[in-house]
T-cell receptor, first 114, second 115 residues
Framework: AQRVTQPEKLLSVFKGAPVELKCNYS??????LFWYVQYSRQRLQLLLR??SRESIKGFTADLNKGETSFHLKKPFAQEEDSAMYYC????????????????FGQGTILTVHP | DADVTQTPRNRITKTGKRIMLECSQT?????MYWYRQDPGLGLRLIYY???????NKGEISDGYSVSRQAQAKFSLSLESAIPNQTALYFC??????????????FGPGTRLTVL
């Protein structure tokens, strides 16, 4: 069964410091991984997906299949980055078609202090 | 962004009562989902529907039922609410097909308290 693990429930850093939110997964097929974010009083929304290989709001995440990890990184954290972050996995077939079910990690609350 | 709406936003009820949470979307998506969020457990999938005639159980469907009344509407029912169903419930939608369309769009959530 697929599983997503975020080992840190809480993560605190100071503004300007680097931040890394850890995510490990277990899945035997071809996974597609995401980071979702929930800012205070806002909806859960997609931050980035591994297939896009893009940087969003200064965040990047690289899929490491050898270590089965998809850690989220930002070199210089900002106060507005404070939020709940979820790593999620969706299973796809070889053709990239989604089966539609997201499996979420437990979430990490990031607090960036001034 | 009012594309995915949930009613009610907050509900307090008593053990044994039947409760219905409703979700509507104007995104034209075929796929709809119900999740519950609990501290330390993340979001867990309750039920999902890939179209009006397709309903599937998620990982924690016991004690819940759903109805897909139309493409735009997906309701979650608690037949006989119990205190451990106290949680934040989210509805989400997504387009199907290739991986380019796997993003899920979430509603604002319904906070349910069962006394």
């Amino acid at each position: 069964a697929q599983r997503v693990t975020q080992p840190e429930k809480l993560l605190s850093v100071f503004k300007g410091a680097p931040v890394e939110l850890k995510c490990n997964y277990s899945y035997s097929g071809s996974p597609e991984l995401f980071w979702y974010v929930q800012y205070s009083r806002q909806r859960l929304q997609l931050l980035l997906r591994h297939i896009s290989r893009e940087s969003i709001k200064g965040f990047t995440a690289d899929l490491n299949k050898g270590e089965t990890s998809f850690h989220l990184k930002k070199p210089f954290a900002q106060e507005e980055d404070s939020a709940m972050y979820y790593c999620a996995l969706i299973n796809t077939n070889a053709g990239g078609t989604s089966y539609g079910k997201l499996t979420f990690g437990q979430g990490t609350i990031l607090t960036v202090h001034p | 962004d009012a594309d995915v709406t949930q009613t009610p936003r907050n509900r307090i009820t008593k053990t044994g009562k039947r409760i219905m949470l409703e979700c509507s979307q104007t995104k034209g998506h075929d796929r709809m989902y119900w999740y519950r969020q609990d501290p330390g457990l993340g979001l867990r999938l309750i039920y999902y529907s890939f179209d009006v005639k397709d309903i599937n159980k998620g990982e924690i469907s016991d004690g819940y039922s759903v109805s897909r009344q139309a493409q735009a509407k997906f309701s979650l029912s608690l037949e006989s609410a119990i205190p451990n169903q106290t949680a934040l419930y989210f509805c989400a939608t997504s387009d199907g097909g290739t991986s380019s369309y796997n993003e899920q769009f979430f509603g604002p959530g319904t906070r349910l308290t069962v006394l």
